[in-house]
């Protein structure tokens, strides 16, 4: 005779019985009773909703009792842990938006510490015993890279920092052409990630957008005739996910910086990404740095610091001081500014350039690896493993920079290919992923491709492990 739920309800102890179970005393000690309180209701209340739903019989829930501690402590464990936690980047792109983008150098990670766990001087001048500003910590580190044949004092070059740079290109559109007009190519108006688009944040920023040329094909003489006593801004907005190739036309930097100077309206440029590192000795052409835009005389650039910078998340602005003072001034600066943990880290990341240490900033290494280097570690790593059931190979492969950074560069790199008589590429992938760490990896024309260039190396025994473990199911 079948159960009724009433009867399997009561064969079910209350919470209180089961936080008196001596196997629990140590969870409680340890994560406290209101944590392990909670993983009990929730477990008690699943069987319930079980009972309920008619999926649990007598026999069942005799079984469930009999694992009750194990399955408090199961979810006691899930409902502790992290969200945000590290995965394995072995897709070969090196600023993957999704996974982080930059991951940050060994010294960024140490200063974040020693500034997060103590006080320090964000807004404190040491020396005088008075309020401070925090944008000296890497305004001085900028000035020596922007403009380094200027003494720090008289440099006319000056840096803020906000969230991101979606943010640096509100402010400036905010500060310098509220309720004015902003020209803008048509080829130029860009949609970035989340849906954000350029017209969209012009609006939010107070500015009137003033559309030139078309798609493909925009000149000099099509912003010369529409600048007027409304124009506060000409606009110049880097193509930096997607490329127009064909029948094209864009001005040069130095045509716009010379239509600016003769109308006596400022030039902003969204380089988005931002440079301060040659990558042609990587390989990347193509690719504007902020150091050629500041040289060419552009009054401000915008970039972001966890793409090409290698650094923490943030939005940078640079260009000449009279006009980064105005942006500074603005009430909205404050809203956008940053903590000073993201100050600490970029800090460090600008000390690297400083002392011209780029294998220090994770991202920069990984873009100056060489293929042969890549291929060697790969077949290192797949000779010291027999796996039954899975066939590896190395192949040839290319590596992306991500995070809207360079659409048309790839690195050449070597690829671990893997294939299974069992289970599809999508199925070893997904497989991949719900290890702890997950390894993140692509899977193009029915295999499954592990790009170790954006693998760190003290990682390589946790893939071997991963791979071990796929190949035994």
Do not use: W
Not at 276 to 304: C, K, N, W
Not at 342 to 363: F, H, M
């Amino acid at each position: 005779m079948r159960a009724i739920p009433s009867d399997l309800y009561r064969k079910l102890p209350s919470v209180d019985e089961l936080l008196r179970e001596p196997s629990l005393a140590p969870f409680i000690a340890r994560e406290g009773l209101p944590a392990v309180t909670d993983a009990v209701r929730l477990v008690l209340t699943r069987l319930r909703q079980e009972i309920a739903n008619h999926t649990l019989d007598e026999a069942g829930v005799d079984l469930a009792l009999s694992g009750m501690m194990d399955a408090v402590t199961r979810q006691l464990n899930r409902s502790l842990e992290y969200s945000l936690r590290p995965v394995i980047n072995a897709s070969g792109v090196i600023l993957h938006t999704n996974l982080g983008r930059a991951p940050l150098p060994q010294s960024a990670l140490e200063h974040v510490r020693q500034v997060a766990e103590l006080y320090s001087n964000l807004e404190f001048d040491v020396s005088s015993g008075e309020r401070g500003k925090r944008d000296v910590h890497v305004d001085r580190l900028f000035r020596r890279l922007l403009d380094p044949a200027a003494q720090r004092e008289t440099s006319g070059i000056s840096t803020i920092v906000v969230n991101n740079n979606a943010a640096a290109v509100l402010l400036a559109l905010n500060t310098l052409a509220d309720g004015g007009e902003v020209i803008v190519s048509r080829g130029e108006l860009v949609e970035i990630g989340g849906s954000f688009r350029i017209p969209d944040v012009m609006a939010k920023s107070g500015a009137i957008l003033r559309e030139v040329g078309t798609t493909n094909r925009t000149r000099i003489s099509d912003y010369e005739r529409v600048v007027n006593e409304k124009t506060r801004l000409i606009l110049r907005v880097h193509r930096s996910n997607f490329q127009i190739t064909g029948f094209t036309q864009q001005p040069s930097l130095r045509e716009l910086v010379a239509l600016a100077r003769q109308r006596n309206i400022p030039l902003l440029e969204d380089l988005g990404s931002g440079a301060l590192f040659d990558l042609q000795s990587a390989g990347i052409t193509g690719e504007p740095g902020v150091l050629d835009s500041i040289r060419d005389d552009v009054d401000v650039v915008t970039y972001s610091g966890d793409k090409l910078l290698g650094g923490p998340q943030a939005g940078l602005i640079s260009g000449k001081s009279d006009l980064i003072s105005r942006l500074r001034s603005n009430p909205l600066f404050r809203a956008l500014r940053v903590d000073k943990l993201t100050y600490a880290a970029l800090e460090a990341t600008l000390l690297a350039y400083i002392k011209q240490d780029y294998d220090q900033v994770p991202a920069l290494r990984m873009m100056r690896l060489c293929s042969a280097d890549i291929g060697r570690r790969a077949e290192a790593l797949v000779s010291s493993l027999n796996l039954a059931g899975l066939h590896l190979d190395i192949v040839k492969g290319e590596s992306l920079i991500g995070g809207g950074a360079a659409p048309s560069a790839a690195l050449a790199t070597r690829l671990i290919s893997i294939t299974s008589r069992q289970l599809s590429a999508d199925e070893l992938a997904a497989r991949l992923r719900a290890g702890n760490p997950p390894i993140v990896a692509r899977v193009e024309e029915g295999k499954v491709l592990l790009d170790l260039r954006t693998v760190f190396t003290q990682q390589d025994s946790a893939i071997a492990s991963a791979l071990t473990a796929l190949a035994a199911g």
